[in-house]
């Protein structure tokens, strides 16, 4: 996989591999000649058991058969490329007398049939088709391929080093029942990573079930957690379900479990080792099948040790543990953040934007981000809603950030505080290259942002680090 998102995608130079497999040794000659003039790799197999060898053993992208052969029919050979290479596509030759067994092949998965004697233009045509059918799936699969190294897993947005070891982590535990606390500021993400476990594991279709235990009244806490019977208490005028048991069968998400009162803390500990709830003011248990992913801003070791936080809960809570970094310790992930939040709002909104300006830019990847994702997100949101001309610049930003944007923008982005200084009087192209490798160290090599930075195109960008011999 290459850097590239055009690379990965440009597939119209692949060349395409054909397998013609006929027992007239002349004619699948004949044919691979005709193909290889339009840039196809062919190779002839000239029975039915070595067409079968050759598709048991490499690699093809579209498979040429005759129908009718001495020893192995082409239905055959059909069967065996869509169970040996599915991606495949099959085009079937026929004689005019054989039309009913075609229609058999095509309903068999062919690609379509060519009658004989061949039109070589037809036959021609019918492979540029299925080759374009074939880099168009291809163009596809690099596609997402490539998105989900972007962009992350479900949705965590993240190439940096530190999300890289987040999103691996996401991906070896999703399909696991196992217990995960997720650590990290507020506004880190803790909820949306909690949800990618859940979607991309065997509970995907289950509940997932979030309850902010700081956002409760220690009052009503338990009633949410356990639910309760009709008159359980004062105001119980109905029966309630608890989010335990709401969860049945998929995933709750306890937020800020560190605010948790020790009382309900037993409780819960009891849950997760019996696997059973009883709703308050009933003496009926009821079992049930969670997984439980718990996240936390508070320090629950230290909790730990002044007796607030139970040592036996925090040991099952804390089976696995991912930490989320702070967004001002991976700044290299803010274009990417930025360019999804403008996307998402743009939509919500109805309005168009053309992108954010050089220097808008700058300031936000210099701001520190207390509240992380989601101040950075706000932010954004606000900026559109805020926007008159089209363009996000320094007149949309929070007093705060723009202030960052005073005097030279890209001194302050590229974190250099004598740098501008420092290439008065040097010629243009060592300026140029200077700014340009440190905006790849800025991004931590990541051609994509640092070209957004600097106000280029990518592939710009990428002739530059070649004329200048820099460092990716």
Request: proline fraction near 3%; hydrophobic fraction near 35%; glycine fraction near 8%.
């Amino acid at each position: 996989m290459t850097d590239h998102l055009d690379n990965d995608t440009d597939l119209t130079n692949v060349v395409i591999s054909v397998l013609i497999v006929d027992d007239d040794e002349a004619h699948a000659q004949a044919v691979a000649e005709s193909l290889v003039r339009i840039g196809c790799e062919c190779t002839t197999a000239n029975s039915g058991p070595k067409g079968i060898e050759c598709i048991e053993s490499e690699n093809y992208d579209i498979v040429i058969t005759d129908l009718k052969m001495d020893d192995v029919d082409g239905l055959t050979i059909l069967r065996k490329t869509k169970e040996e290479l599915p991606e495949a596509e099959v085009i079937v030759l026929t004689g005019y007398s054989s039309i009913h067994s075609a229609v058999t092949a095509m309903q068999g998965g062919a690609y379509t049939y060519l009658t004989k004697p061949l039109d070589i233009q037809e036959l021609r045509n019918a492979v540029e088709k299925a080759s374009t059918r074939i880099r168009l799936i291809r163009r596809n699969a690099a596609l997402n391929r490539r998105l989900d190294e972007r962009f992350g897993f479900e949705g965590v947005i993240g190439t940096s080093p530190s999300m890289n070891k987040v999103i691996e982590q996401l991906k070896n535990l999703a399909p696991t029942e196992t217990t995960v606390l997720i650590l990290g500021e507020s506004g880190t993400g803790k909820e949306l990573v909690a949800r990618a476990l859940h979607q991309n594991s065997p509970r995907k279709n289950k509940p997932f079930v979030p309850l902010n235990i700081s956002a409760l009244p220690e009052s009503i806490l338990e009633s949410e957690l356990f639910g309760h019977e009709q008159g359980a208490f004062t105001g119980a005028a109905t029966r309630r379900i608890g989010k335990i048991e709401h969860a049945n069968g998929g995933t709750l998400f306890l937020d800020e479990v560190g605010e948790m009162p020790m009382e309900t803390q037993i409780k819960l500990l009891r849950v997760l080792e019996d696997r059973k709830i009883t709703r308050l003011g009933s003496n009926e248990e009821r079992s049930v099948n969670i997984r439980l992913v718990a996240a936390t801003n508070a320090h629950l070791k230290e909790m730990m040790e002044e007796g607030s936080f139970r040592r036996d809960l925090y040991y099952r809570l804390s089976v696995v543990t991912i930490s989320l970094p702070p967004l001002r310790e991976r700044r290299g992930d803010i274009p990417l953040l930025i360019e999804h939040f403008l996307k998402e709002f743009c939509q919500r909104h109805q309005k168009e934007v053309q992108g954010v300006s050089r220097a808008a830019r700058h300031a936000l990847m210099s701001f520190d981000w207390p509240g992380n994702i989601r101040q950075l997100r706000n932010t954004i949101e606000g900026m559109l809603a805020l926007d008159t001309d089209g363009l996000l610049d320094v007149d949309d930003l929070p007093d705060e950030i723009s202030s960052l944007a005073d005097g030279d923008g890209d001194e302050i982005t590229l974190g250099v505080s004598s740098g501008a200084d420092m290439m008065i009087g040097k010629p243009l192209r060592d300026v140029e290259a200077y700014y340009i490798a440190r905006s790849l160290e800025l991004t931590e090599g990541k051609r994509e942002e640092a070209a957004k930075l600097l106000g280029i195109g990518e592939r710009t960008l990428y002739r530059k680090i070649k004329e200048y011999g820099l460092k990716q």
